[in-house]
Nanobody
C-alpha cells in the first residue's frame, strides 16, 4: 500500500501562485508515475500533469506554460508549481501515483482562485 499526504492548497487571487506538494509513504519502491488531477465543481476529475520516475512530463493543454510539475525521487515527493492562476483553475487537486500494486490517490487539497 501507498499513503499520500498533500499540502499547499488555499485561496489566491487571479494571477497569483501556489505550490502543491504530495509525499508518498509505504510501498514507495513500486511507484512509477506521479501526478496531479483536479475536480472542478460539477465536473469530472481531470488530469493536470504527470511525471514519470525518469522525469518525463505530460501537461493538460489548459495549464501548459503556467504550471510546472517536478519530483524528488529520494523524498518520494511530487510538486506542482502553479503560476498565473485563473478562476477556472479552482477545484480540488488530487495527488495520484501509479504503482505495480495499482493506482493510489491522496485525500485532495482545495485550490480556490478568486478576487
Amino acid at each position: 500500500q501507498v499513503q499520500l499526504v498533500e499540502s499547499g492548497g488555499g485561496l489566491v487571487q487571479p494571477g497569483g501562485s501556489l505550490r502543491l506538494s504530495c509525499t508518498a509513504s509505504g510501498s514507495t519502491i513500486s511507484i512509477n508515475t506521479m501526478g496531479w488531477y483536479r475536480q472542478a465543481p460539477g465536473k469530472q476529475r481531470a488530469l493536470v500533469a504527470t511525471i514519470t520516475y525518469g522525469k518525463s512530463k505530460i501537461y493538460a493543454d489548459s495549464v501548459k506554460g503556467r504550471f510546472t510539475i517536478s519530483r524528488d525521487n529520494a523524498k518520494n515527493t511530487v510538486y506542482l508549481q502553479m503560476n498565473s492562476l485563473k478562476v477556472d483553475d479552482t477545484g480540488v487537486y488530487y495527488c495520484n501515483v501509479q504503482t505495480v500494486l495499482g493506482p493510489f490517490w491522496g485525500q485532495g487539497t482545495q485550490v480556490t482562485v478568486s478576487s
